[in-house]
């Protein structure tokens, strides 16, 4: 089956600096992929990078989604052609309530419906404003509630449960299940060990370089025993 | 009565409908350049305008101990295109007292006009004022507004105002209000200004907070494009023991547009405090491609950006 999402030789430069370094990722239709690398290894920056954000054009490579040339969409035409991301730092908003921004973009969605499948009661929050008024955890629900409203075909999420208190980290894995049965890939980056074993298939990310890919026992167990990171560069050719 | 006409015709025009504002139950002035054209009291209420030789007097005053439920109208406009208004208004809260004022000041037809409001606002002891100001104006520019306010908030008493001018071209725009805060009192003002064009805004808003535990809030949101300028200085003086006061300022800045941000906090008692924050620049990245990561076009995504931040 063809890939939704194809990264070839994908590398991305900030003056002197290599943030990526030829990355290459494939992810297929209804596929939870995992996205493992130490703290500045480049995963957040991949992300960046495939959704479009300013800054992360990247100088070589190639992204296609859906058989069609990603490099050089703006970013809400990639969102338009299904790609998604929730941030791992989600942006907040003066003037914006929740149902407003649950419903941005959309014309079918149902925020109350997305609220409650991030454990959040509905009528507690959709006239709430988007500000600091919220805490992070609570505004990393509304931002994984965001991408559900969406339908995206492949949605990246960027460290879901970071910031959650461990009695929702449950509903989160819920809610990384429901992308799946309603169609979407997902692309998880994670350093949550369970949830990381849940994928089908997983990369590990290293000095802004794929060094293991294939199947999440095996990407864990190298990344655990931190084999890149203690070669000083001789095995994985990031140092 | 023809003005009144055309009031309601205005009010239609912005969306309003003028009959769900100016009903039987409502307290309500309407005046047309310096012609008083609807006036309405009611109990706990008292409007007394006044017509004289450089505008209108309006004196309102809320009783002691009255609450006033249903929001006080006070509706002012020009709906020719040349013309001027001078407003002086006295409006006193009695100790104990609340009530709700909303200002509506339309001037959606004018193009060489100018309307000048000069307030003296007591609010005694216990009581609360919540003062809306929202102006409407067309596209042409050609409007100078210049309202001006010496405020006074009692010991224990409360004063929000919001100013508003987001809807037509800002023209000029010289706001200078002066509010003065005794014990335990509380001031919170805000000013919401969309400036396009070659519209010129200036605003100072000085809250001086003398009394013990005194509070207060200087917010200011204002958003420029083309060639539009903006000068805000929020102003907050830390006069007595527990007084706390703070100034924040954001100005959205595109285009060739100007705009400067002067917080001026001063403090005389070692048991004050006040803080400020401010903000210029662009829209935020983080929050445009926030919106753009939702398929909203990028000049989708600044306009719900800054209509968030005037909402």
Redesign the interface.
């Known amino acids: 089956m063809t890939p939704l999402l194809t990264i070839n030789s994908l590398t991305l430069r900030a003056g002197e600096r290599a943030l990526l370094r030829g990355v290459d990722l494939a992810v297929r239709e209804s596929e939870l992929h995992a996205l493992l690398g130490a703290n500045g290894a480049g995963k957040s920056t991949l992300a960046y990078t495939i959704m479009g954000c300013a800054s992360y054009a990247p100088q070589e490579g190639e992204m296609r989604f859906a058989g069609e040339r990603l490099n050089d969409l703006p970013l809400h035409e990639r969102a338009r052609r299904g790609l998604a991301l929730a941030w791992q730092e989600p942006a907040r908003f003066e003037g914006l309530s929740v149902a407003q921004f649950l419903r941005a973009g959309t014309h079918d969605s149902d925020p109350a419906a997305a609220l409650a499948a991030v454990a959040l009661t509905p009528t507690d929050y959709l006239d709430r404003p988007l500000d600091k008024t919220l805490s992070g955890g609570e505004r990393k629900r509304i931002e994984l509630a965001g991408v559900l409203t969406l339908k995206p075909r492949l949605a990246i999420l960027d460290e879901p449960t970071a910031g959650i208190d461990f009695l929702t980290v449950d509903e989160i894995v819920g809610v990384i299940d429901a992308f799946r049965l309603t169609g979407s890939a997902v692309l998880l980056i994670t350093h949550q060990e369970s949830l990381a074993a849940r994928a089908d298939t997983a990369s590990q990310l290293c000095g802004g370089r794929i060094v293991c890919a294939g199947a999440p026992a095996t990407v864990i167990e190298n990344f655990k025993a931190r084999r890149c990171t203690r070669c000083n560069g001789v095995t994985c050719g990031h140092g | 009565m023809a003005e009144l006409d055309s009031l309601y015709k205005a009010f239609r025009q912005i969306g309003e409908d003028p009959a769900q504002i100016l009903t039987p139950q409502t307290a309500f002035v309407v005046a047309y350049g310096h012609e008083v054209v609807g006036l309405q009291s009611v109990e706990g209420v008292i409007l007394i305008p006044r017509r004289t030789g450089e505008g209108i007097e309006l004196r309102a005053t809320v009783l002691e101990g009255r609450h006033i439920e249903t929001p006080v109208h006070l509706c002012f406009g020009l709906f020719e295109r040349v013309g001027v208004q001078n407003v002086l208004l006295q409006l006193t809260m009695q100790p104990d007292s609340r009530a709700t004022f909303w200002s509506h000041c339309l001037f959606t037809n004018v193009e060489n006009a100018r309307h000048a409001m000069t307030a003296t606002v007591d609010i005694q002891a216990g009581a609360q004022l919540i003062y809306n100001e929202v102006h409407y104006h067309g596209v042409s520019g050609g409007i100078e507004v210049i309202p001006r306010a010496q405020v006074a908030v009692g010991p224990r008493a409360r004063y929000v105002a919001d100013f508003t001018l987001v809807q037509g071209r800002v023209g000029t725009l010289d706001i200078d209000y002066d509010v003065k805060v005794a014990e335990d009192g509380v001031a919170e003002l805000t000013s919401k200004v969309y400036g396009h064009a070659t519209d010129v805004i200036r605003i100072r808003e000085a809250v001086s907070l003398d009394g013990d535990n005194a509070r207060g809030l200087v917010k200011s949101?204002v958003a420029l494009d083309d060639e539009a300028t903006a000068e805000i200085v929020g102003a907050t003086y830390g006069n007595a023991a527990g007084a706390r006061g703070h100034v924040d300022c954001?100005e959205i800045v595109r285009g060739n547009a100007k705009a400067s941000a002067i917080p001026e906090v001063r403090v005389s008692h070692p048991q004050a405090k006040v803080t400020h924050e401010a903000a210029i620049g662009s829209v935020?990245?983080?929050?445009l491609?926030?919106?753009?990561?939702?398929?909203?076009?990028?000049e989708d995504?600044v306009d719900?950006?800054i209509?968030?931040?005037?909402?």
């Open positions: 949101r954001l935020d990245q983080k929050q491609e926030a919106l753009m990561a939702r398929g909203l076009a990028p995504a719900r950006i209509l968030g931040m005037l909402g």
